[in-house]
C-alpha cells in the first residue's frame, strides 16, 4: 500500500516561499496567479492491505513527526 | 552546576556552548550524544545547541526533536532544571513542545547572518539576571528559518506573562512581534535565535553574551 500525505500550512500563516514563487509567475507574464501556496509531498510504502488501519496509523505519524499543528495541516490518500 | 550540551549529527555550536559554558564556570559541560537515553547522573543545565540536525530535512529540528534523548530532556525540564536552545536548539525546543510557537522559514528568504541588536525585555529570569532590564546587546544571529510564528492569542499570553525575553531591534527575519527569544511559563526553559554563546570573549568581537552564562551558571 501507498500512503500520500500532503502537507500545507494552515490558512493564515505567511508563506514566503509561495509568495515568491507568485511575484517569479507574475514576473513571467501569468498575471492570472492571484497566490500561490507552497507544500510538500511525502510518499510511503507500507506493508499490510487494511486501510483503514493504515490511515490510522498514518494519522499518527502526521501528528508525531510529518507536520507540525502550529504551522501545518495535512491530508492523507492512500491507495 | 554540572552541564551538558546535546550533539545531534549536524550540530555546528556544541563546541562553542561547551567553551562558554567551561569559561564560566571552569568546568567542562559533558557532551552527550543524541541517541543516549539518558543525561549523566547529577546533570543540572542542559544547552541545546545550534545547527542544521539532520540537515533541516522535513523541518527545522523536527528529526531531532524525535530524537532518543528528547524524553530525557522534557523530564529534566519537567524537574523545574534550566534548558536553553539556542538557533536550531530553539527550533528543537518549539517542535519538542517546551515552547511555544514554531520557526518558519526568514521572510525575506535569505540566509541571515550579521551582529543583531536585542533589548533584554525581561531581566527576571534566571537567564538575564546579571542584565539591566531594557539593556541593548550586540549578538551575532546566523540562520535561514528565525521566523517566530504563534497565533495571536499565543503571542497576547506569552507577552502578558513576560515570556518574551528577548526582543530584536531591527527585526531581520520577519518574527511576531520582533521576538528573538522566549522562556517558558515555569521560567526554566528559554529558547533564542541569537548565539550568546558567540559573544562571549573579546576574540568573539563582543561579550554581551557573557551575562547570560554568568546570570545561570555564576562567574567562575
Known amino acids: 500500500m501507498k500512503a500520500k500525505i500532503h502537507v500545507y500550512l494552515k490558512p493564515g500563516v505567511l508563506d514566503p516561499q509561495g509568495a515568491a514563487v507568485a ?3 507574475h514576473n513571467m507574464g501569468y498575471d492570472e496567479v492571484t497566490a500561490a501556496r507552497q507544500g510538500k509531498l511525502i510518499e510511503l510504502d507500507l506493508t499490510g492491505d487494511d486501510v483503514e488501519a493504515a490511515r490510522k496509523r498514518v ?3 502526521c501528528a508525531k513527526l510529518l507536520s507540525n499543528p502550529v504551522i501545518e495541516s495535512y491530508s492523507i490518500e492512500l491507495a | ?5 546535546i550533539v545531534f549529527p549536524g ?11 567551561e569559561k564560566v564556570t571552569g568546568q567542562k559541560p559533558a557532551m552527550v550524544w543524541h541517541q543516549e537515553s539518558e543525561l549523566p547522573e547529577g546533570t543540572q543545565f542542559v544547552m541545546v545547541p545550534g545547527g542544521f540536525s539532520y540537515g533541516d530535512y522535513l523541518r527545522c529540528g523536527a528529526m531531532a526533536s524525535r530524537s532518543a534523548i528528547m524524553p530525557a530532556i522534557v523530564a529534566h525540564a519537567a524537574t523545574g532544571a534550566p534548558v536553553l536552545g539556542v538557533c536550531n536548539g530553539f527550533q528543537i525546543l518549539t517542535e519538542s513542545g517546551l515552547l511555544p510557537g ?8 535569505k540566509f541571515v547572518c550579521e551582529k543583531a541588536p536585542l533589548t533584554v525585555e525581561n531581566a527576571n529570569t534566571q537567564f538575564t539576571s546579571r542584565y539591566e532590564a531594557g539593556a541593548q546587546l550586540l549578538v551575532p544571529i546566523a540562520h535561514h528559518d528565525g521566523n517566530y510564528f504563534a497565533d495571536t492569542e499565543t503571542l497576547d499570553r506569552i507577552e502578558g506573562e513576560g515570556q518574551v525575553v528577548f526582543r530584536y531591534g531591527r527585526n531581520p527575519n520577519g518574527s511576531a512581534r520582533d521576538i528573538a527569544g522566549i522562556i517558558n511559563e515555569q521560567g526554566n526553559v528559554m529558547g533564542m535565535m541569537p548565539h550568546p554563546e558567540r559573544a562571549v570573549d573579546d576574540g568573539h568581537g563582543g561579550t554581551d553574551g557573557l551575562a547570560l552564562f554568568e546570570s545561570l551558571l555564576g562567574s567562575a
Do not use: F, P, T
Open chain 1, 23 to 25: 511575484g517569479a509567475l
Open chain 1, 59 to 61: 494519522d499518527e505519524m
Open chain 2, 1 to 5: 552546576m554540572k552541564s551538558a550540551v
Open chain 2, 102 to 109: 514554531a520557526l518558519m522559514r526568514n521572510a525575506g528568504l
Open chain 2, 11 to 21: 550540530s555546528n555550536c556544541d563546541r562553542d556552548a561547551h567553551d562558554a559554558i
